[in-house]
């Protein structure tokens, strides 16, 4: 006999991520409208979001080569995304959000000042 089992949780739906996504590709829409020439600083005033994106594309590549290679798979992170890499490590959250936000505001600046200059 086969049985399906189901959750009986109430399924919720985090508005803020739909939010983030559409903003995102409203910035990037907007930065190919005129041309590509807002793209470059685009990207510069959005470091720390492509730094989480990074982390977990090299730890999912690394795991996977390691894993073909040697049988094990290896991870350069302790867990990505690199905030939860931080957070491993022993840094507490208050710190972790600190210092994003602090680079965050620092590529920003670089990210207006590209664009200007």
Do not use: D, N
Request: with cysteine; net charge positive; hydrophobic share 50%.
């Amino acid at each position: 006999q086969s049985r399906i089992y189901t959750r009986s949780e109430r399924l919720t739906l985090s508005f803020f991520q739909s939010g983030s996504l559409s903003l995102g590709a409203a910035l990037g829409a907007t930065a190919a409208a005129f041309g590509g020439g807002a793209t470059f600083p685009l990207f510069v005033s959005t470091l720390v979001f492509v730094a989480e994106v990074v982390s977990v594309i090299l730890q999912v590549g690394w795991f996977k080569i390691t894993k073909k290679s040697t049988g094990k798979g290896e991870r350069l992170f302790r867990m990505a995304p690199l905030h939860h890499h931080l957070e491993l490590g022993g840094w507490g959250e208050v710190r972790v959000v600190a210092t994003m936000c602090a680079f965050g505001a620092l590529a920003a600046v670089l990210g207006v000042a590209v664009a200007i200059g």
